[in-house]
């Protein structure tokens, strides 16, 4: 297994903005997965593991945790049951790289997650969705490794997830899930390139930046409420609310983490003070 050391985090990060990881494990098989684990255990240093990175800031410095990229893992299968396909995706298969592939099988669910940049693990540890879709819409089985070490593989019902969150959070690394999508009779790799073009117009996507930076309160849109709040392209430094999207942060170059952090907080004391509502952060903030 490659393990590296003293790792530029910002560069597994899409808003480029972090210090350097004391180590980072790039894992390739199910073997490898429980071996870091266990190294976990033992030295009780938190693991975490990096995907895509749309999610994720770190704290400038260097950070001694058990950093897990899930670059290697990436296999995947494709079997078709009558008018269901059932796609099983590594934790490190690419949304672009599922994007093609119900494009060339014309299937259908898929098309309002196409243009988020994640991977399979992150987005189904933090059930990822746009346009009032979310992965668990079509996520069949999660193939999971506990804390002991242990595979285990959970139907969907067996899972604890919401908007936005699941159980694997808190525990257990996602190692693949199984996809059921079906065989459509509309033209899907049309609509896909409608919706990729409907959102690179109103998403930042010519700078660094990251997802949503916050979740949508109950009956509200967070991006609302921070433009309301005076901080669609409101800046600290080289950090800024992008003014496209007021939920997008974006890095202008040269961005750093104590500036980030500033942002958030006024934007948060501020949104409190005239909407009584506290956001709650999408974006893993690691420190």
Do not use: C
Not at 150 to 160: F, G, P, Q, Y
């Amino acid at each position: 297994m490659k393990i590296e050391e003293n790792i530029n985090l910002s560069n597994f990060s899409t808003l480029k903005v972090g210090g350097k990881a004391k180590r980072l494990f790039f894992p390739e098989n199910i073997e490898d997965i429980k071996y870091i684990i266990n190294l976990s255990q033992d030295t009780e240093k938190k693991l975490i593991p990096i995907g895509i990175g749309s999610n994720l800031i770190f704290k400038d410095g260097e950070l001694d945790y058990i950093f897990v990229s899930t670059k290697f893992l990436k296999n995947l299968h494709i079997t078709e049951n009558n008018e269901y396909f059932y796609i099983e995706a590594d934790a490190g298969v690419s949304f672009k790289t599922l994007v093609n592939l119900v494009k060339r099988y014309n299937l259908e669910g898929f098309e309002s997650l196409s243009g988020i940049p994640a991977s399979i693990g992150g987005a189904v540890a933090m059930n990822a969705g746009a346009y009032g879709s979310e992965i668990f819409d079509i996520i069949e089985e999660v193939y999971w490794i506990n804390k002991e070490g242990k595979l285990i593989v959970s139907k969907k019902n067996e899972i604890n997830y919401s908007y936005r969150y699941t159980q694997f959070q808190e525990e257990g690394f996602v190692y693949k899930a199984i996809l059921k999508l079906k065989k459509s009779n509309k033209n899907i790799p049309q609509i896909i390139k409608k919706h990729l073009l409907d959102r690179n117009k109103k998403q930042p996507l010519d700078l660094p930046t990251t997802g949503s930076t916050y979740k949508n309160p109950e009956g509200t849109y967070a991006g609302y409420l921070l433009e309301k709040a005076g901080f669609k392209g409101k800046r600290v430094g080289d950090i800024g609310f992008s003014q496209k999207h007021a939920n997008f942060l974006v890095n202008y170059g040269n961005g750093k983490y104590k500036d980030l952090k500033k942002l958030l907080e006024l934007a948060e004391e501020k949104v409190k003070e005239e909407f009584k509502i506290n956001l709650e952060r999408e974006v893993k903030i690691i420190e």
